[in-house]
Every structure is written in structure tokens, then in C-alpha cells.
């Protein structure tokens, strides 16, 4: 089973709270730019990372992943 945050589902939930990129960052701890970067799926996120994007979302950390099975060989 693969892990990943859902990039999309990142920016559903910061858009239904009303909050803009920068806005997201600053209660989360972290930079504008890094959470362009994750809504871009150009980085990954730790777990802590999820975990205060989460809290800021007042959202599940269950709710920024998404879950793929492993490929077959």
C-alpha cells in the first residue's frame, strides 16, 4: 500500500476555509512557498507536516492522504 497526500483535496479544504495560500502557512508553521509546492505535488509532506496542516485545516490528517495499492510485478 502506497501513502500520499492528496495535493487536491489540500487545496478543496483550504479554499472551503476561506484561507489563501500564505494564510495556510502562517497557521501552520510553515512557508508560502512550501505549501505551493504541495498543492503543486512538487514536494512531499512529512507526517508532521500533515499533522500541523491538518490542525490549521481543523480537518482530519486522515482527510490529506490518499491511499493506492502497491503495483503488482
Do not use: C, F, H, W
Amino acid at each position: 500500500m502506497l501513502v500520499k497526500m492528496d495535493s487536491g483535496e489540500l487545496r478543496r479544504l483550504r479554499r472551503a476555509k476561506g484561507l489563501t495560500q500564505e494564510q495556510l502557512a502562517e497557521k501552520a508553521g510553515l512557508s508560502d512557498r512550501y505549501v505551493r509546492s504541495l498543492e503543486k505535488r512538487a514536494v512531499r509532506a512529512s507526517i508532521e507536516v500533515l499533522y500541523n496542516l491538518s490542525a490549521a485545516l481543523e480537518a482530519p490528517m486522515e482527510s490529506l492522504v490518499a491511499v493506492y495499492p502497491e503495483p503488482e510485478e
